[in-house]
């Protein structure tokens, strides 16, 4: 049992296929949330990052244990900061200035740190944290939803045509008990129906469904698209 515990810390093929193939499985799991919810950076990419992340850090332990030379954490930093090249590519703004990809972008980083820690040989903590990734992403992704469904701030992007004030459209909206934390004015950059619109803070004085308020807020003469951000 000692030998085996010192044959899986060393680089040999043992230990190689032992941390390659970890890498495939905790990578894997946490790129199968992200690919199951559509996001751009899923299954396979996980695995890849994962798998790249182990790689490098068996690559820098191997020439240390053959050379007898070198510094055991200069590839693995290179690894941590240039992974968030990958991580901002999956970081979007959409045309109605949406934010999306940021916890895709973590959890791409995440895995990365994961693999490096299996490409030394820190099984414990590598499985350990695959446990606790997944966690977040899953179980409290959905109590994160569950605490925004019942806040009663909003924050909306709304799009008007080109004979409503703004003015009036807030009147409106101050009618149906809904208070204005906050306006900023931009020019859309979807389509072109719209000359104008804006990002809108609001604090809702009564709980209420979030989807209502939408759809009310819609209804509003002059608007012609509203979305929650």
Known sequence: M??????????????????????IVLGGVIGFERGRSGRPAGF????????????????????????????????AAQV????????????????????????????????ACMGLAIGIGFYKAAIISCVLIFFVTVVLHRLDNTMLSKSKVMDLY??????????????????????IDSI?????TYGNKSAIAAIMTIHLKQKRVRLDVVTKINEIDGVEFVEEI
């Open 2 to 23: 000692f030998e085996f515990s010192n044959d899986i810390m060393s680089i040999n093929d043992t230990s190689i296929i032992l941390r390659l193939l970890l890498s």
């Open 44 to 75: 396979r990419t996980h695995i890849l990052v994962c798998l790249g992340s182990s790689l490098a850090m068996m690559t820098n332990q191997f020439i240390i244990q053959e050379y007898g030379t070198g510094d055991p954490t200069r590839i």
């Open 80 to 111: 941590v900061s240039g992974i968030g090249f990958l991580g901002a590519g999956t970081i979007i703004v959409t045309g109605r200035h949406q934010v999306k990809g940021l916890t895709t972008a973590a959890g791409l980083w995440a895995t």
């Open 184 to 188: 900023e004015i931009l020019k859309p």
């Open 158 to 179: 709304i799009e008007f045509n080109n004979s409503t004030s703004i003015t009036s459209v807030a009147d409106a909206i101050k009618s149906q008990m809904i208070h």
